[in-house]
């Protein structure tokens, strides 16, 4: 079997130093990577810039990337031969319109900074999806949780959608423990308790390999 | 002697997950503060968003911010007490004009973002620098660089100021080495070899200690 995760932030440069940026540290992404490797898996890891060390699994291979256009380009080009998506990154939605090639110097008291969309990586690859792949998506939602999640499930082919409250303390960015529920596409819900990142990887492994195979026997 | 230390870089929510960021790691503060220390300072390093661990001397007290205006709060509650300031963090110059409470949902193709200056942190503190204090700035530029940062050194009243170029290799954000030159009020450039910023941190004590001495001596 082989895996292909995206992992951590992107970050879209406005000058050389200057970027718009989120807070995945990739923790979640990197764990999934280890526990897909752990289960036998060939497993294609695409980072986003992460302080984390690369998983030491030699069945895992680590891409670095920074832009979402850079994540993109890795996705696609390691999406067709694998059997399983996992879309762990956090994407801009948006970048910088122009990237300016030398340091923007401060000028007035406001800066107006137009930014465009974002290639969206797992709804356009999710166009591309053959009936035998599985594509499991993250939801990191605010309000409405459980109708974005599933919005984002239908709109980007995903077969799974593991939603992440930002109002579970201990649970999302920046912490090493993770609270999540995972939708189907049948509208099936199941709710795991908050646990350790590299726990709740275990239980997503197994997770997707079960409904995975039930979808290939079906 | 006290010593009082900004490093890293600063982050401003655009909403409760983005963020506008710089490449600032804070390995040059971090690198100062240990030198200074090591001379037998008091140190208050002002960290930003840093991956770096806590730097081991018991004389260093390290206080962990986020924003532009948070650095601010702490550098002007410890600077009047401070016999020598160092600003070596990244400050953004602008914020975004509105935080949003919720995850901004993405919408349009494009989209406009309004942002608005921050404070300037050491040019706010110059104001305030008594006779024999002592502040220290860096410059970071990509054209007109040793005229930059002479006006820089001017405006900010600093009495020296270290002049980092991207344009070096191996010099900057994310190295593990450095190369500056740094300037005074008369005018005087000290250019170092690219070197460790541990052993630039050491170099730059010792000339802030015999510059320092001559200004109380005078």
């Given at each position: 079997?082989?895996?292909?995760?995206?992992?951590?932030?992107?970050y879209e440069p406005?000058?050389?130093?200057?970027?718009l940026g989120?807070?995945?540290t990739?923790k979640?992404g990197?764990a999934?990577?280890?526990a897909?490797a752990a289960?036998?898996?060939?497993v294609?890891?695409?980072?986003?810039?992460?302080?984390?060390?690369?998983?030491?699994h030699?069945?895992?291979?680590l891409?670095?990337?920074?832009?979402a256009a850079?994540?993109?380009?890795?996705?696609?080009?390691g999406?067709?031969?694998a059997d399983?998506?996992?879309?762990?990154?956090a994407?801009a939605d948006?970048r910088p319109?122009?990237?300016?090639?030398?340091?923007?110097?401060k000028a007035?008291d406001?800066?107006t900074?137009?930014?465009?969309?974002n290639?969206?990586i797992?709804?356009t690859l999710?166009?591309?999806?053959?009936?035998?792949?599985?594509?499991?998506?993250?939801?990191?939602?605010?309000?409405?949780e459980?109708?974005?999640?599933?919005?984002?499930?239908h709109?980007k082919n995903?077969d799974?959608?593991?939603l992440n409250?930002?109002r579970?303390a201990g649970?999302?960015?920046?912490h090493d423990?993770?609270?999540?529920?995972?939708?189907d596409?049948a509208?099936?819900?199941?709710?795991?308790?908050?646990?350790?990142k590299?726990?709740?990887?275990?239980?997503?492994?197994?997770?997707?390999l079960v409904?995975?195979a039930?979808?290939?026997t079906?």
């Amino acid at each position: 079997m082989r895996v292909i995760i995206t992992a951590g932030p992107t970050y879209e440069p406005l000058d050389p130093v200057r970027f718009l940026g989120n807070r995945s540290t990739g923790k979640m992404g990197y764990a999934l990577a280890a526990a897909f490797a752990a289960a036998g898996a060939q497993v294609d890891l695409i980072s986003g810039p992460s302080a984390l060390p690369a998983p030491a699994h030699p069945a895992v291979q680590l891409t670095r990337v920074e832009t979402a256009a850079e994540m993109y380009a890795a996705a696609a080009a390691g999406a067709p031969a694998a059997d399983v998506w996992v879309f762990a990154a956090a994407v801009a939605d948006y970048r910088p319109a122009h990237v300016a090639a030398e340091k923007i110097k401060k000028a007035g008291d406001t800066l107006t900074l137009e930014l465009v969309k974002n290639v969206d990586i797992a709804a356009t690859l999710g166009h591309t999806k053959r009936a035998e792949q599985f594509a499991v998506g993250f939801a990191l939602e605010t309000t409405n949780e459980l109708a974005h999640a599933q919005e984002k499930l239908h709109r980007k082919n995903f077969d799974l959608v593991v939603l992440n409250s930002l109002r579970d303390a201990g649970a999302g960015f920046g912490h090493d423990t993770n609270k999540v529920s995972v939708l189907d596409r049948a509208g099936q819900v199941v709710t795991f308790e908050l646990m350790a990142k590299t726990d709740l990887a275990g239980e997503l492994v197994r997770l997707v390999l079960v409904r995975r195979a039930a979808v290939i026997t079906t």
